[in-house]
């Protein structure tokens, strides 16, 4: 059974230019959580989805940053019109049930905007 | 905001137990505590979680107080591969609550 997998692992954005993060779940998890860390800082909680549907988004930005984990497919963190300070490690976490599971972590990707 | 409040540091020799300890005087009834690490920048890794009673698994053991206002992570016997930051974290059973919420954890160095 594969680990959480998030792709790709680095990427590099010029000032204005948009992000698309990918994450898969593990298989049969339906419950996706985003969180973000900016260099030197702790992981910080950004949106909580389900299939088809928003749960938490009380730590996503108000504008320029949208997510979604559609039906099929993996789930997606859009970032428009990408500024220096959106640099981070993006990391997503699964789980199958809401609790008492764990939640299972991708390996990030590290978002660089220059 | 983190509901749990930990040492910022912490180090511990090779070999030795190292015991990680965490308060969570507002802990919910229905609310677990959980426990990661995270090592250099890697994923968050699961180690173990508890309602009330301790629970042990083949990385580590986790003592919560009767009352279930602290905790305390045992890792049995610690390697350098354990130098990392630690979080405890109390999460909820339902809906939103269920994000995991990390606070600041506890460095833990393992020196040889």
């Known amino acids: 059974n594969a680990g959480v997998m998030q792709n790709p692992r680095h990427l590099v954005r010029r000032r204005g230019q948009e992000a698309r993060l990918r994450c898969s779940p593990m298989?049969?998890?339906?419950?996706v959580y985003w969180y973000r860390q900016l260099p030197e800082e702790g992981l910080k909680f950004m949106v909580y989805?389900?299939?088809?549907?928003?749960?938490?988004e009380s730590g996503m930005p108000k504008e320029r940053f949208s997510a979604e984990f559609p039906k099929e497919g993996p789930s997606i963190l859009r970032i428009q019109q990408v500024v220096r300070g959106d640099s981070a490690a993006y990391f997503c976490?699964?789980?199958?049930?809401?609790?008492?599971?764990?939640?299972?972590f991708g390996q990030g990707t590290r978002l660089t905007v220059v | 905001d983190a509901k749990t409040t930990q040492p910022t540091s912490m180090d511990c020799a090779e070999g030795r137990a190292a015991n990680l300890p965490c308060n969570h005087s507002?802990?919910?009834?229905?609310?677990?505590v959980y426990w990661y690490r995270q090592i250099h920048s890697q994923g968050p890794q699961y180690i173990i979680h508890?309602?009330?009673n301790n629970e042990t698994n083949e990385m580590a053991s986790l003592i919560i107080t009767e009352d279930r206002k602290s905790s305390t992570l045992i890792l049995p016997h610690a390697t350098l591969r354990d130098t990392a930051v630690y979080y405890c974290?109390?999460?909820?059973?339902?809906?939103?609550?269920?994000?995991?919420?990390f606070g600041k954890g506890i460095t833990l160095s393992v020196r040889p």
């Open positions: 976490a699964s789980s199958p049930r809401i609790t008492p599971d764990e939640a299972f």
């Open positions: 298989k049969g998890h339906s419950h």
């Open positions: 989805l389900q299939k088809e549907n928003i749960i938490d």
């Open positions: 507002t802990i919910s009834g229905n609310e677990y």
């Open positions: 508890g309602l009330k």
């Open positions: 974290i109390v999460r909820a059973l339902t809906g939103a609550n269920s994000k995991l919420t």
